[in-house]
């Protein structure tokens, strides 16, 4: 006997239905939008990457990987909410596969493709590879590029306020004096 209301349980299968049709709609876009993807040549349009610059198929190969993670990202999220129309369909939706307790309503409302209870739930990791360069790398001496752009002619954001700050704000004294003399001017007019 399931802890869920029918109307609990029709709203979470509502919910699960509409994240599947969203899923298979992206699958289904992204298989038009890559048919003809094979290579890098087709996917750019260039006939030859010799003549570009090396960043711009680093750029594509970036872009590429990218769609590539997330596409696996939500194929396995697919993957769980058909298991989770599967055990809805089985009565077995909304306890824990780990333990057997009830998951609760909020937990299933927020996941609602979730088979686990906030304490046996699957960690993900985050994998903890770093770039082998990274091992060499050391710090840059201590001040080195402090005052590049200063001696580069070029100002950041902070420089470029206190520029034009030297022109006044709408809260200067100089700007004030102009607001005053404008509304002078139209009261006189407006006396005429």
């Known amino acids: 006997m ?3 209301t029918k109307s609990q349980l029709s709203k979470l299968e509502h919910s699960l239905e509409e994240e599947k049709q969203g899923l298979e709609q992206h699958f289904a ?5 890559t048919e003809n993807m094979d290579s890098l040549r087709v996917s750019t349009g260039e006939l030859s990457a010799v003549d570009n610059h090396p960043a711009e ?20 999220q697919l993957d769980q909410v058909n298991q989770a129309l599967e055990r809805m369909k089985n009565g077995e939706y909304g306890t824990c596969l780990t333990c057997g307790n009830e998951i609760p309503f909020e937990r299933l409302e927020a996941i609602p493709y979730t088979a686990y209870c906030i304490e046996h739930t699957p960690e993900r990791t985050v ?11 050391t710090l840059p001496p201590k001040g080195a590029g402090e005052h590049r752009q200063q001696n580069a002619g070029r100002f950041d954001d902070a420089d470029a306020w206190h520029t034009v ?10 700007m004030a004096a102009k607001r005053d003399a404008k509304d002078y001017n139209s009261l006189s007019t407006d006396e005429e």
């Open 165 to 174: 700050e030297q022109f006044g704000n709408s809260d200067s004294p100089a």
């Open 2 to 4: 399931s802890h869920l």
């Open 57 to 76: 198929v680093g750029t594509e190969t970036f872009e590429r990987s990218r769609d590539m993670a997330i596409d696996e990202n939500l194929d396995y």
């Open 29 to 33: 876009d992204d298989e038009h939008d």
């Open 127 to 137: 994998s903890e590879d770093r770039p082998v360069e990274e091992e060499v790398m």
